[in-house]
């Protein structure tokens, strides 16, 4: 039995709940939302999809105590009203902050001892808050983090060369925010390393590295909010845990040497973060890391609300 809990069914979660309804994936979804109005409503939608699916998901909404038991659960709370102006995602920290102590809390009260995958941005600060929040171990909370800006860096590199994103390799690394970076000398295209595609090519760096930083605000500018892509990034990370699969992707997980939860390559597998992959950087790209990962430290200390 898979069941699966989303708390906040904004853009983004009501698009996770849609994709593990229609693709099968969970046996059991529990809906949760401070907006009782809309949670009802996703409910009976997705419940009416149901007769004509090839699958069958039992759907249970406004019930914490659904979820004590779940495998997974996934956080998307937030207001996106909070980012009409755009351009920094902090702009929800103050409100998720509080978020994350009335969710964390909820799921300790009902004995949540499942994963934890967090969306909510800032999401580096908000997985920690909630790690701290549950009691659960740091192995069995993590964030998307910058699974989803490694993608945005793949879709630059490909849309610059004409290249399917799939081939390319590599990540960005640090918060997912404004203070990430393409750690180029991670990044290959069909095995040829970046700084030799770069030269061969005259490709600016710099410019792919800012296309990737950016690509959503490109994409919130025109809707005013994103969600297919962070989704999917949501969706395969379920996926991993679900089916043990030892997914080696960039996520937001727990670095003892920071102090924190910060973008970078890690193993996902049914007990959460299996592995941290270690690799070695360039000195430019160490000073990039630990330069945001000591402003997210400190974010998510200043954000504990006890």
Known sequence: MRKIGIIGLGHVGSTVAYTLITKGIADEL???????????????????????????????KQDYRALSAADVVVTAFGDIKLLADGGDRFLE?????SQAAAVGKALKAVGFHGILINISNPCDVITGLLQRYTGLSRERVFGTGTFLD???????????????????????LGEHGESQFAAWSTIAVRGIPMFELAEEQDLDLDALDKAAREGGWLVFNGKKYTSYA??????????????DAKLACPASVYLEQYGCHVGYPAVIGKNGVEKINEFPLTPKEKALLNDSAKMIAQKTHDGYLG
């Open 30 to 60: 529990v809906l949760i939302d401070q907006n009782d109005a809309l949670c009802t409503a996703e409910y009976y939608d997705y419940s009416d999809s149901l007769g004509r699916l090839d699958t069958y998901t039992k759907i249970i």
């Open 93 to 97: 920290y103050t409100y998720n902050c």
């Open 150 to 172: 490694t993608a945005r860096m793949q879709r630059a590199i490909s849309h610059r060369i004409n290249e399917n994103p799939h081939n390319i390799s590599g990540y960005v």
């Open 230 to 243: 962070i989704a999917t990034c949501a969706v395969k990370l379920v996926q991993a845990v679900l089916s």
